[in-house]
């Protein structure tokens, strides 16, 4: 959702908001890079949200103003970890994905042609 507010003739504010549900997501973790031993692990995400928000004073063409970004999401399903010696493959482990929050804040400076 974007709200404007006009300031004066040229100038304005907008602000958003916007909240994003997570129905799946699908991490890949290319341990093989790490050891080409391990092979690639690919874990299912099945719930999170994540929020967006921002603030920006527009004049003219011109516009600045601070960003923020948020998710949060559960663990993810577990994964076989499989290790390849000798050129057999063994189950060595479980890799998932841990619950993680992540935010990110920023500014904004941009010019609109």
Excluded: C
């Excluded at 031993?37 to 603030?55: H, L």
């Excluded at 600045?64 to 010696?85: E, K």
């Amino acid at each position: 959702m974007v709200h404007r507010v006009s300031l004066d003739a040229s100038a304005r504010l907008a602000t958003t908001i916007e909240f994003d549900y997570l129905v799946k997501g699908r991490q890949t973790s290319t341990l093989s890079d790490f050891n080409p031993a391990f092979a690639d692990v690919t874990n299912d995400q099945r719930n999170g949200y994540g929020i967006r928000a921002s603030m920006v004073y527009e004049k003219g063409r011109w516009m600045f103003g601070p960003w923020l970004q948020y998710w949060n999401t559960t663990r993810s399903d577990p994964a076989p970890l499989i290790v390849a010696i000798g050129g057999t493959n063994f189950i060595v482990g479980t890799a998932f994905e841990p619950k993680n929050k992540t935010t990110e804040i920023g500014l904004r400076l941009g010019y609109r042609y």
